[in-house]
């Protein structure tokens, strides 16, 4: 059986969702616009999805907005704002997700770059050194993909407030991991992604406080409190739902299973020599470590264990195949050797300690190769 | 048994469809993105179900973009369009569907409104009083959602290439009911939605062109060939492919079994008075018809053959609750009284002639019913 250990890139449905979902996959349809019996039971199941991923985050139903996944979540809000909003600069953080550094510097030529410490973390005075009079809107991420690195945003939000900033989080990697809580935070928009808590592919949604000036990006229907044109994907959303109810049910005891898993393998990672663990110090989510060692290379370190059967990252998967090195390590000024060499390891509650051991016997085998290997080139030169 | 006549808004999914999805939608996961076996037999899948989709288009597997619905599609390819060519003009007809309307109006100011006969029909003297110098995008849809009139693209096509245009198509209702051929119709784009083919929601394809100047307009990863950023739908695209290569292998005996009960449909329709076809003498697809009868109107009769449990629109489903007439029946300057009167029913293959009894005498209850009050309402004045 091959071990999987790449929950930040995706989850794998769970059984409860599948279920909710295919009362929605079958002979009975309907299109949630049409006014008769079959779109109305559709438009019903949205709305119960609605109340369930509200409840995830801290949220009144009212407040979520369905997207195809979080990727359209991050445009959404970046587009639409600055449709909405012509003359405004924002400002997101230097480890942001791609879906959201990409549209910020694609779609606003006025974006500016938060810094980060050399944990990856934002503080009050990165933020002070970015935000000018222009500035309308600050987003930073809640957790980070690849480091798993939980940004402390009361007082990034609290500034930015202070300074008539609307505050936007990416909580893709946090939501199901972490507690959210969107109303009490004071946050005006937060993107979510169901398929990283066991929920369906091709859903998300964007949280929006209605402060905040929007506009649609995708036309063509009224769909979603007129933010999102197109069919609305029922089933998807149904099984957001339902995966967003048992994120919230469990939140402790996968934190807890995955914590147990993620200390283990970090235990044994320090046995290896020259091994960094990125952003060790700082708080993480429960599930992730991403770790260098030195004189390796990520990518190969990655098809290696591959090919004995164990699947890890080297980073986000949305970048993956590229050879420059992780955009969210040279942000936190890891030397680029040492950035190349990332593995990125993410836990999910599927997984058992007989994985870890796996994984930790799998990196003693490779690097013992190497090792052997590069004794022998030097024996020959 | 409620009575489901709406499938021009939504299909139901086919069983065969959700067989090919399952083995998607369990304990075996993955990220197409990622470079491991788990991602790697993602991306096989996806490339498989692109051949499927390609071969019922008439188009090249790499000509096929995935995007989350056929809405999508019109967005990407006019905003795209327009991203990469900003002096463009273009040209689109007064019946599209307003997902490709919308974006038309909103995203280009520079768009012109092709307008067709009484039929709904566009013909070359029409398109040539549109199209200028400046023109360099025209699109045409491929059948009409609410008529079902199918557009003799042909010559229309040949006109736009003449004068140096790239030429578009909204395919989404004439997929999998009449048959396309992309490459050797001479388009240059081509929209298509999943659940209008017994697919799953959630998933659509714009096929593309190579010559066609295009951008992504969603940012933040290089899938689909750098034009659709964020992580794939894989079991929704594996389900488009398993539904293109049944409505293909399906095409004559589907359209044989519609026609026959739209057929049966018609001919029961024309034993009530005052009653109109719209567009009867223009080809449409097997499965359309869409009818007004004077003095009823269309959404209340749409709610009384609810009430007896039978499914129809009045229209698109996506602009349904709207109380204008539709801008389909404006344009082809049908009176205001006889538009809102408007009834579409659109068969599929799930239905039966017990379907169109139901129906039949639904309609003659209810006109019935009418009749004697109005008699009753004119003794009492």
């Known amino acids: 059986m091959a071990v999987y250990l790449d929950n930040n890139a995706t989850t794998a449905l769970g059984e409860k969702v599948l279920e909710a979902m295919l009362p929605y996959m079958g002979q009975v349809t309907g299109n949630p616009s049409s006014v008769?019996?079959?779109?109305?039971?559709?438009?019903?199941?949205?709305?119960?999805?609605?109340?369930?991923?509200?409840?995830?985050?801290?949220a009144r139903a009212e407040q979520v907005v369905f997207t195809s996944g979080g990727t359209e979540s991050n445009n959404l809000l970046l587009n639409g704002f600055s449709r909405k909003n012509k003359e405004a600069r924002i400002a997101v953080s230097a480890v942001e997700h791609m879906s959201l550094l990409e549209p910020a510097q694609h779609l606003l030529p006025a974006a500016d770059i938060i810094p980060v410490d050399a944990n990856g973390c934002v503080n009050v005075a990165q933020l002070e050194q970015v935000v000018s009079e222009q500035t309308s809107l600050v987003s930073v991420m809640s957790a980070n993909n690849e480091t798993g690195v939980i940004q402390d945003l009361t007082p990034l939000i609290e500034f930015a407030v202070q300074r008539g900033c609307f505050f936007h989080t990416?909580?893709?990697?946090?939501?199901?991991?972490?507690?959210?809580?969107?109303?009490?935070?004071?946050?005006?928009?937060?993107?979510?992604?169901?398929?990283?808590?066991?929920?369906p592919v091709g859903v998300g949604?964007?949280?929006?406080?209605?402060?905040?000036?929007?506009?649609?990006?995708?036309?063509?229907?009224?769909?979603?409190?007129?933010?999102?044109?197109?069919?609305?994907?029922?089933?998807?959303?149904?099984?957001?739902?339902?995966?967003?109810?048992?994120?919230?049910?469990?939140?402790?005891?996968?934190?807890?299973?995955?914590?147990?898993?993620?200390?283990?393998?970090?235990?044994?990672?320090?046995?290896?020599?020259?091994?960094?663990?990125f952003a060790e110090r700082a708080e993480r989510l429960p599930n992730t470590v991403q770790f260098g060692i030195e004189g390796?290379?990520?990518?190969?370190?990655?098809?290696?264990?591959?090919?004995?059967?164990?699947?890890?990252s080297s980073g986000s998967a949305c970048t993956s195949g590229k050879t420059e090195?992780?955009?969210?390590?040279?942000?936190?000024?890891?030397?680029?050797?040492?950035?190349?060499?990332?593995?990125?390891?993410?836990?999910?509650?599927n997984n058992t300690m007989s994985d870890v051991e796996k994984l930790l016997a799998a990196l003693t085998d490779i690097i013992e190769i190497n090792q052997q290997s590069s004794v022998m080139m030097a024996a020959t030169v």
């Not at 390796?296 to 699947?311: P, W």
């Open 170 to 199: 990416d909580a893709s990697q946090a939501a199901g991991k972490i507690a959210l809580n969107f109303v009490d935070s004071g946050v005006h928009a937060m993107t979510i992604s169901a398929h990283k808590l066991y929920g």
């Open 205 to 277: 949604a964007l949280i929006l406080d209605k402060r905040l000036p929007m506009t649609k990006i995708q036309f063509g229907g009224s769909q979603e409190k007129n933010l999102r044109a197109g069919t609305e994907n029922v089933p998807a959303i149904v099984g957001f739902g339902r995966a967003a109810e048992l994120a919230l049910a469990e939140l402790q005891s996968t934190a807890t299973h995955v914590r147990d898993l993620r200390d283990a393998l970090e235990a044994g990672l320090k046995n290896f020599s020259s091994i960094s663990i």
């Open 296 to 312: 390796f290379d990520g990518e190969t370190m990655l098809m290696q264990l591959d090919r004995k059967a164990i699947a890890v």
């Open 36 to 58: 008769h019996r079959f779109g109305r039971l559709q438009k019903d199941a949205i709305e119960q999805a609605r109340e369930s991923v509200a409840r995830l985050a801290g």
């Open 325 to 349: 090195p992780s955009h969210v390590l040279k942000a936190m000024k890891v030397a680029d050797a040492l950035a190349n060499s990332a593995i990125r390891v993410s836990f999910g509650k």
